[in-house]
């Protein structure tokens, strides 16, 4: 593995996946992070030629005609954290 | 430093929201504006519920798509179009990620601007950043990516590309209604040498040249100034038409792009580009050329009247029963006139085409002159026309041009007999007396007579 | 006398009116009450419900009315698969009072064919896990820490406690303690072989797109299956046979067709000596040898029974198995997640703050430990800077290893082995290292990678402890591969 993984490393990571870990847990975090990769670089050896694999099987086009169905809301507004009005209630950003 | 001497370089990302039913990957209907209220046309999917999956894609989305990029010229088509997942965490993507295509289609120009590519993806919800509301009947309705090279040279030039974008997309039938801002953009700008800025929250087309011209105009001035623009991503105030800067937190530059593993990327077949191609109507740039060619329409007249594919079609059957020249003159100046002041797009007045007929036919028969025309035309879109034709509403609004040389013979003597000074200037050789006399006789006739034909008469009379 | 399958005699005994649907699901429902505070197997019990609809089914047999292919059998279902206005946990407090507004595509196969649902199953947390220890609410103990030498539980306060193996723990927990006839689980890198393999009862997971998971709660998109568990092959098949087939929900599904009913004869043997079997030398170097040579006395008697070929073959990409599942599992899981920031469902966020500072702090406070290693390294891997060296690269893994397998499974009909490299371990023991409980997915990882379909059958116990045998077929061979595994569990009765 070229590089170690720094603890800003896994800082800048956890703000982009909007989680905040503790001292001790980032300290933890970053050295599961290097084990863990350290052993997985094994797949340094692959051959770069190969082709990258997304997805496991061939398909048709899976496409669906123009069709629509009513769906009862309740059931989904009634995860609503915050609601008002029908309106699902986010903070604000201004 | 001269601002002037500055130049701007603009591209655009439009966002059209395509024709369809139902959402991109959900059955939900997708006329999220005449919704019964906020989070009706919602299901688990569209709401990112545990467990949802995207439902096989909306075919006659990605045939629409296809048919756009076609119709804007794309000539490099993709074998596949795969979906990928844009991370960003915001309270209107349902599952902090958003899925948009690889692109389907490049290459490609409108108005002098070279498209870069074209793109299917899914719409957010909206969330007003004032309030915190959030709704998400627009989640998952279907929309085209049009991204422009960054060559539009000035906010009229853009304007004239959207132009030309929403003639293209009103021929093929193929996006939402574009007046009701289903069409958005984001803009990038930058002066030649310096840093570019994106804005986004263009919501309409009127915004774009707002939200274009104040940018461009706060880029200049800095420049000017000696300061460098920030890089960076502003937001477009639609209340105060001006942008501001957004919050370094929020704005994202790595997406984490991957493939999606629930969408099975979807084949474009050269069967399936040969019968859209096939079945593509004549664009507008074709069928200006064929105006003029055809019709003799002038470049102006051309282009106004093929703007809108129902108006340029109603031109043609018109023209069939009235000189053309006269019909492209009036549709182009007076109907045009009229529906701009309303802001009202032809398919508003569809329906009066025999009527539009019929007042044409009234002015080439020299029944009525082009004022009175003009008001058959504005009294009809007011609704005072009822069921009435031209003629009928015309005579019954006594508006009709005075037929009978009789009626008229009977108001010349009348002006004669009252307007004896004028008589005897004209007489002593004051032509300018003949343009009163003309003038009291257009008044008696309450503007209904043809005023080439009073002045004949006129000058008949007092020759005798 | 040929002894049936437990799942055969039982759904014979209902449609024959010898055993109503009410009375099965009250056996089953005093085992619960029973054993499950030793096993702790549910998270939710829908007995009402379910003797609702045991008591619909009796009325329609006794009516003589057609009935479902699941009539009156009983089904648990593991809480990451969608129940209707039921708590969807996924064993974790970000949605522990979460209640589901639909059913998963399954659970409506379910009720259409009268299955009996008893309720929902703890699992490791969002199915991260290999033991179902990492569950936000109890670990779920494997009853064989309860048997005695017939296989029933009498000891409930046995010291020595094992995992039921994982991620889908309790639904191998719930079928070996009879606390149900079926389970529903998911597999996304062994997580119904595994627990089969612990619990001493067989499970699978069918080819990559063979079932909808349409109301399935993500873990790894490209890699997982909700598949079945049942005390016997047969069982597998039924209950296979009634969730798979093509939904436009799940669009991955789209050139799939439901896999055949078992029949009476769906044990019988086929053209056995035909059948050319790929024993895999790197399947057995890393396993405990106990559990190694279990597993090839369980072939070799199975061979010599039936005729089968033996074939010793080697498939090297095994080694970059572990790598490759999880470096895109992690890519995977991070994006699935991304959905859970408190606001349109789950745990709530306090109110009145800014938008990023709430969504970090209900999403820190609600994921549990693993959960977020595996989101932080995901997203991690897939940053511009790191896309390359990892994200992509394990994409190329992938296709290494799939190539391999491809080339093995041209060269035989099916491929076997033990289903894990070692017996279940103590509850806590594999706690402190992740990268340990990582290792013991090598055997599974690779059906997963490959789309393969791949189930285990118990052939041995070794002390308490249950050994799995993995029979691995070709893409779209699920029927024919649990048809193998039922002529392996016959052949190892008497």
Redesign the interface.
């Known amino acids: 593995m070229e590089k170690k993984i720094t603890k800003q490393d896994i800082e800048r990571v956890a703000s982009i996946a909007r989680l905040s870990p503790s001292t001790e847990e980032l300290d933890g975090l970053t050295a599961d992070a290097n084990a863990i990769l350290e052993y997985f670089s094994l797949i340094d050896e692959i051959p770069d030629s190969e082709t990258p694999q997304t997805y496991v099987l061939s398909h048709d086009n899976a496409l669906r005609p123009d069709e629509e169905k009513k769906t009862d809301p309740k059931g989904i507004r009634r995860g609503f954290s915050r609601e008002q009005d029908g309106y699902m209630l986010a903070p604000k950003s201004f | 430093m001269d601002s002037s001497e500055l130049t701007v370089m603009i591209g655009l990302e439009i966002h059209v929201q395509l024709a369809t039913k139902s959402k991109l990957f959900c059955s939900c209907n997708t006329d999220y504006q005449t919704a019964a209220g906020p989070n009706e046309n919602v299901c688990p999917t569209c709401t990112a519920q545990p467990g949802t999956k995207p439902f096989d894609m909306n075919a006659y989305a990605f045939e629409q798509a296809l048919r756009i990029a076609l119709a804007l010229g794309c000539d490099r088509m993709r074998d596949s179009v795969t979906m990928q997942r844009k991370h960003y965490f915001y309270p209107d993507l349902p599952a902090n990620y958003q899925r948009t295509s690889t692109p389907i289609a490049e290459g490609g120009s409108l108005a002098g601007v070279s498209i870069t590519e074209v793109h299917i993806e899914e719409d957010p919800g909206r969330y007003d950043l004032k309030t915190g509301i959030v709704d998400y009947n627009r989640a998952g309705v279907p929309l085209l990516e049009i991204v422009t090279d960054p060559v539009i040279t000035s906010p009229d030039h853009a304007r004239k590309f959207l132009e030309e974008l929403r003639a293209i997309l009103d021929y093929l039938g193929a996006a939402r209604d574009v007046e009701s801002g289903s069409m958005r953009a984001d803009a990038n700008l930058s002066i030649t040498g310096h840093n570019r800025v994106e804005v986004k929250n263009i919501n309409s087309f009127h915004g774009v040249f707002s939200a274009l011209t104040y940018e461009t105009s706060r880029q200049k001035n800095m420049v000017k100034n000696g300061l460098e623009p920030e890089r960076e991503t502003r937001h477009f105030d639609e209340d105060r038409d001006i942008t501001l800067g957004l919050r370094k937190k929020e704005s994202v530059d790595d997406y984490r792009y991957i493939p999606d593993p629930d969408v099975q990327p979807i084949a474009i077949t050269k069967e399936q580009l040969n019968r859209i191609n096939a079945s593509l109507p004549e664009l507008p740039r074709k069928k200006m050329e064929r105006f003029r060619g055809q019709y003799g329409a002038s470049d102006d007249e051309a282009h106004a009247l093929c703007m809108e594919l129902a108006m340029a079609d109603a031109f043609e059957r018109v023209a069939k029963k009235v000189d053309p020249k006269l019909a492209a003159g009036f549709m182009r100046g007076t109907l045009k006139k009229q529906l701009n002041f309303r802001s009202w797009n032809f398919a508003k007045v569809a329906q009066k085409e025999q009527f539009i007929i019929d007042t044409l036919l009234l002015l080439s028969e020299r029944k009525v002159t082009d004022k009175v025309a003009e008001k058959i035309l504005i009294d009809a879109m007011d609704g005072k026309a009822g069921q009435k034709t031209a003629s009928q509403y015309a005579e019954s609004a006594g508006l009709i041009g005075v037929q009978k040389s009789g009626e008229l013979a009977e108001i010349i003597e009348k002006a004669i007999a009252e307007n004896a000074k004028a008589v005897l200037d004209y007489d002593a050789g004051a032509a300018k007396a003949l343009q009163f006399l003309a003038g009291r006789v257009m008044a008696m006739t309450k503007g209904r007579a043809d005023p080439t034909t009073v002045q004949e008469l006129l000058k008949k009379r007092l020759s005798k | 006398m040929e002894i049936l399958p437990k799942t055969l005699s039982t759904t014979n005994a209902i449609r024959s009116g010898k055993l109503t649907a009410s009375a099965n699901l009250e056996q089953k429902i005093a085992a619960v009450e029973k054993h499950d505070s030793a096993v702790r197997a549910f998270i939710e019990k829908y007995y009402d419900d379910a003797r609702k609809s045991a008591a619909q089914v009796d009325a329609k047999i006794t009516a003589e009315k057609p009935v479902g292919r699941l009539a009156g059998l009983v089904v648990a279902v593991k809480n990451?698969?969608?129940v209707?206005?039921r708590r969807?946990t996924?064993a974790s407090r970000m949605?522990e009072n979460?209640?589901?507004?639909?059913d998963?595509a399954v659970v409506e196969k379910l009720r259409a064919q009268d299955a009996i649902i008893i309720g929902s199953l703890n699992c490791d947390e969002f199915a991260c896990g290999s033991d179902n220890t990492k569950s936000a609410f109890f670990p779920t103990v494997n009853p064989v820490s309860f048997f005695d030498e017939k296989g029933e539980i009498t000891n409930a306060n046995a010291s020595e406690k094992y995992v039921p193996g994982g991620s889908s723990g309790a639904s191998a927990a719930a079928v070996a303690a009879d606390f149900c006839d079926l389970a529903l689980a998911t597999d996304t890198g062994g997580s119904i072989r595994c627990p089969a393999a612990f619990c001493g009862v067989t499970g699978f997971k069918p080819t990559?797109?063979t079932v909808s998971?349409?109301?399935?709660?993500?873990m790894?998109?490209?890699f997982e299956q909700i598949g079945p568990m049942a005390p016997d092959a047969y069982g597998c098949a039924l209950l296979l046979s009634v969730i798979s087939g093509k939904d436009?929900?799940?669009?991955?599904t789209?050139?799939t067709v439901a896999t055949k009913a078992p029949d009476a004869s769906f044990a019988a043997s086929a053209n056995n000596a035909k059948i050319r079997i790929g024993v895999p030398k790197e399947f057995f170097e890393g396993a405990d040898p106990k559990v190694a040579k279990a597993v090839k006395d369980a072939m070799a008697r199975f061979a010599s029974k039936t005729g089968c070929e033996l074939v010793p073959i080697s498939i090297p990409a095994v080694?970059?198995g572990?790598?490759?599942y999880?470096?895109l599992v992690y890519?995977?899981f991070?994006?699935a997640m991304?959905?859970y920031?408190?606001?349109?469902?789950?745990a709530?966020?306090e109110?009145?703050?800014?938008?990023?500072?709430?969504?970090?702090?209900v999403?820190?406070a609600n994921?549990g430990k693993e959960c977020?290693?595996r989101?932080?390294?995901g997203?991690?891997?897939?940053?511009?800077e790191h896309?390359d060296?990892?994200?992509?690269?394990?994409?190329?893994?992938?296709?290494?290893v799939?190539a391999q397998f491809d080339d093995a499974l041209a060269k035989c009909d099916f491929i076997i082995g033990p289903t894990m490299p070692n017996l279940a371990w103590k509850i806590g023991e594999k706690a402190a290292d992740?990268?340990q409980s990582?290792l013991e997915d090598v055997l599974t990882v690779p059906a997963n990678l490959?789309?393969l379909p791949a189930g285990s059958v118990p052939c041995a116990r070794i002390g308490k402890l249950p050994v799995g045998l993995q029979v691995i077929g070709k893409?779209g061979s699920d029927y024919e591969t649990i048809s193998l595994m039922a002529q392996i569990e016959s052949s190892l009765v008497g």
């Open positions: 990451v698969i969608a209707k206005d969807l996924c949605l979460y209640l589901s507004p639909y998963a990559y797109g998971r349409y109301g399935m709660a993500d790894a998109m490209s436009y929900r799940d669009s991955t789209s050139k080694r970059f572990i790598p490759a999880y470096l890519s995977e991070a994006s991304q959905k920031d408190g606001l349109k469902y789950g709530k966020p109110a009145n703050e800014e938008l990023v500072p709430t969504v970090s702090k999403r820190t994921i977020k290693r989101i932080m390294l997203t991690y891997i897939t940053t511009k896309k060296a990892w994200y992509t690269k394990a994409l190329k893994a992938r296709a290494y799939r992740p990268l990582y490959c789309g893409r």
